[in-house]
């Protein structure tokens, strides 16, 4: 719609439904870094990410990584945020994340700089939602 307004209904439910907004469930998980590996300009990183809350986290789940140096990219990146950010949309096992459940996601990043052997900085937010943030 012109007006960026839901069609049917206007409730944060249904603007989440039809990719207009976005829940923040950053507070919801908990992201524990369980692996990383640095060979030469590629650093891989794998998160067990647990829903810690007792609500279920349903649609997408979108891993926001903020805080990248310009040199750094994230290889396996769906997109980037309206800011810039790279993020990975997770398809959730049966569309949902239930209390206490966890799944398994690797962040791969590639350096094109000089500090190649040095550990990535970067921080994690975590949307549920459709559409491009």
């Not at 692996?35 to 986290?57: E, F």
């Amino acid at each position: 719609m012109p007006s960026g307004l839901a069609v049917d209904d206007n409730d944060p439910l249904s603007r989440r439904d039809q990719g207009l907004e976005f829940l923040d469930v950053t507070s919801e998980v908990i992201a524990e870094r369980i692996a990383s590996n640095i060979q030469g300009g590629r650093q891989r990183d794998q998160y067990r990410i647990t829903n810690r809350s007792q609500s279920v986290i349903d649609t997408h789940l979108l891993i926001i990584v903020r805080g990248l140096r310009h040199e750094t990219e994230l290889e396996n990146a769906s997109g980037t945020t309206g800011s810039g950010d790279p993020y990975i949309r997770v398809f959730l096992p049966n569309g949902v994340l239930q209390s206490g459940q966890s799944i398994v996601q690797t962040l791969m990043f590639e350096r094109k700089d000089d500090r190649r052997a040095q550990p990535l900085s970067y921080v994690l937010d975590f949307l549920s939602g459709q559409g491009k943030p």
